[in-house]
């Protein structure tokens, strides 16, 4: 409306969280490579901090430094997601976007989507309409107050459009584009790290990944954050450690509650090597080399998917369907038996086989940059005074 500026605003990009900035990657590549968009400006919320789980991916996706920082740090939903909306509204109001680009479902997706809309800023929500139906998990928050928020949605699977239908929201915001997280998987397949590498460098005998291992990562609140989830979980994965040898990456808040419910016993054992969290490069190449994945990331069955290798998901739900109807993943929740036997079918016979998904082809980021470019023009958000 009456906007006479000479030259468009930027794309502002937002990243928090570590499953940010393999879908980020891409996408200020892409960004950058096509002419037709304005300059794109990364935004760090500062959600995440630890060396390991933030500096080291940035390194191996070759995502560049953040122009703003926000660091905000942890807290409870509440404050985290106050202090980012507080800290990012300036930053709007500096670099006055064309648009705000979010990725994925953590706080600050959300947080920054309400900022930008209440600007009249356009927000752009690259895996968008992805649904648990779980209103206990933090991220379907996220989902569906910022998919009702964004003026675009980009999505990684059909079922997304379904979902957002039934949600009132217009067919002509959504735009089907493929999975910019396995256009990071794709490009880096070549770097990643050989698992006996990795292992050393944590000081565990290399041979322990020799042939067959079972990668695991858990991390949700839900199996986690109380000692009775923990234990279940934990028991779980000590009675698959006598079937093959476990490789652990472990988010700092399961380390954390693992000691403050003092159950290091319980996956105290020479077959389940626990490590700090891994880079992306040297997560990759255990996914990519393992028997089989146990987890309860989000990612991490897309991926799976993506490599062709088995994953059981300890989780009840899924918002990413596409990887049991096509993939190889298999909800199995917090039931031992289930996982225990799935494990013994992979062994004995390889696991679960599926297909690659449509458009995750590595191409996603390119194909969000040039409809993004189209958008921006028809939006008037890019027309010269
Ligand atoms: C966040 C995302 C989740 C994502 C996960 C991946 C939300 C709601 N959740 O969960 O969707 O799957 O990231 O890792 O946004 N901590 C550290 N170092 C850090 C960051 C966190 O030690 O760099 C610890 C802190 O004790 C913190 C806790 O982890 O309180 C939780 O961090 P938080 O950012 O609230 O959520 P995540 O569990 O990491």
């Not at 933030?54 to 122009?67: I, M, Q, S």
């Not at 070549?190 to 698992?195: D, G, I, K, Q, T």
């Not at 988010?251 to 419910?261: A, C, L, M, S, V």
């Not at 036997?341 to 390889?350: H, P």
């Amino acid at each position: 409306m009456g906007d006479m500026r000479e030259t468009p605003g930027p794309i502002l990009c937002v990243v928090g969280a570590r499953p940010n900035y393999m879908k980020m990657a891409p996408l200020m590549r892409a960004f950058a490579a096509n002419p037709a968009l304005p300059r794109a400006i990364l935004v760090h919320t500062g959600q995440h901090y630890d060396v390991a789980m933030n500096d080291r991916l940035f390194t191996d996706l070759r995502l560049p430094a953040p122009d703003v920082n926000l660091e905000v740090g942890s807290g409870t939903h509440a404050v985290q997601t106050a202090e980012i909306m507080k800290r990012f509204e300036p930053v709007v109001d500096d670099f006055r976007p064309s648009c705000v680009v979010v990725v994925g479902d953590v706080n600050s997706t959300m947080a920054c989507s309400l900022v930008a809309v209440k600007k009249a800023v356009k927000v752009v929500h690259v895996e968008g309409g992805l649904r648990s139906f779980d209103r206990a998990m933090p991220e379907e928050i996220n989902r569906l107050v910022t998919d009702q928020l964004a003026d675009l949605l980009y999505t990684t699977e059909r079922s997304a459009a379904d979902n957002l239908a039934r949600e009132g929201i217009g067919s002509e915001r959504i735009v089907f584009a493929g999975n910019v997280m396995i256009d990071s998987l794709l490009a880096n397949r070549e770097r990643a790290v050989p698992p006996a590498e990795t292992l050393a460098r944590a000081g565990v005998d290399a041979g322990l990944a020799a042939e067959t291992f079972a990668f695991v990562t858990l991390h949700r609140p839900s199996n986690v954050d109380s000692p009775e989830a923990l234990v279940e979980v934990l028991t779980t994965l000590r009675d698959a450690s006598e079937r093959l040898p476990l490789v652990c990456p472990l988010h700092p808040r399961t380390q954390g509650n693992i000691r403050k419910f003092g159950l290091e016993s319980l996956v105290a054992s020479p077959r389940i090597a626990i490590l700090p969290p891994q880079g992306y490069l040297e997560a990759l190449g255990l996914l990519a080399k393992a028997t089989i994945v146990l987890t309860d990331s989000g990612g991490i069955q897309e991926e799976t998917t993506a490599l062709g290798v088995p994953c059981l998901t300890m989780r009840e739900n899924t918002e990413r369907p596409i990887t049991v109807e096509q993939g190889t993943n298999t909800l199995v929740g917090r039931d031992r038996a289930l996982t225990l036997r799935l494990l013994d079918e992979t062994l004995a016979t390889g696991g679960k086989r599926g297909r690659m998904p449509e458009f995750w082809d590595g191409h996603a980021a390119e194909r969000i940059a040039s409809h993004l470019g189209r958008w921006l023009v028809a939006q008037g958000a890019t027309a010269k005074a």
